[in-house]
């Protein structure tokens, strides 16, 4: 199967016509009814898999980016929807949201690991980085965009996915996108089951590539980046 979507050269826009999925009435998205309980660094994948600081973390990128790397693949992703405003969800230091706002976006980062919100603000002391759960934060604003970005969804307390995705929905505006892209590995979240999770929400796919650098998605890959609309703000 190769990429869902339009061509990734020709920069998609905020309320732009999305041509081929049918409109559906539908409530504004809540959460579940039984939703799971708060993610604790006991439950927390993420706290399970860390071995090195936020500050540690980030120099990677940095010395990657002195050596002449773009490391931006997914903010260069996220500027082709042009948004005024992103939620960062699982920002951890705080890379991705730090340069969307350097291209002049609204950004707020949400993370629950507070040593790698430590690097963020420290960094980019004048944005908003709140210490929250995904499953519970409530912003009480809507964005544009929600991108998670690093692995979000396979570092998260097992079976909080359905909540964190109906949380996110609750913050995206009128024709907002989600993005998220994760490795595809045994025994983690199937890319197949986040489809239904999306759906289960209300979420249509849009596009779908093999990296954040737009190369066209292959059944089997290991690794996926997805891009959902509500359905109910997709044009017939």
Same mark, same amino acid.
């Given at each position: ?113 507070s040593e790698m919100l430590a690097t963020a603000q420290r960094l980019a002391p004048a944005l908003p980085w709140l210490l929250a759960d995904l499953v519970t934060v409530d912003l009480a604003r809507t964005f544009d965009a929600v991108v998670l970005a690093g692995n979000v969804m396979i570092f998260l307390a097992p079976n909080a996915e359905h909540a964190v995705l109906a949380n996110? *929905? ?6 907002? &996108? ?9 025994? /983690? $979240? !199937?890319? %197949? ?16 590539? *093999? ?6 998605? &292959? ?9 959902? /609309? $509500? !359905?109910? %703000?997709?044009?017939?």
């Open positions: 199967m190769e990429a869902v979507g339009a061509d990734c050269n020709l920069p998609p826009r905020i309320g732009d016509r999305v041509v081929g999925w049918r409109k559906h009435s539908r409530s504004w998205p809540s959460l579940p009814t039984s939703s799971p309980p708060p993610m604790t660094k006991s439950s927390n994948r993420w706290f399970q898999a860390r071995n090195v600081s936020g500050d540690a973390y980030d120099a990677t990128y940095a010395r990657r980016a002195a050596a002449g790397e773009d490391v931006h693949g997914e903010a260069n992703f996220v500027e082709r929807f042009a948004p005024a405003s992103v939620l960062d969800g699982g920002c951890g230091t705080g890379r991705v949201g730090r340069e969307l706002s350097r291209r002049g976006m609204d950004v707020s980062g949400v993370d629950i690991d996110m *929905a609750r913050h995206l505006a009128p024709s907002g &996108v989600l993005i998220a892209g994760f490795q595809l590995q045994s025994g /983690r $979240l !199937a890319l %197949e089951r986040y489809d239904e999770l999306a759906a289960a929400v209300g979420f249509v796919l849009e596009e779908r590539w *093999a990296t954040w650098n737009c190369d066209p998605w &292959v059944t089997g890959g290991d690794y996926a980046v997805s891009v959902h /609309r $509500l !359905a109910s %703000e997709v044009a017939p």
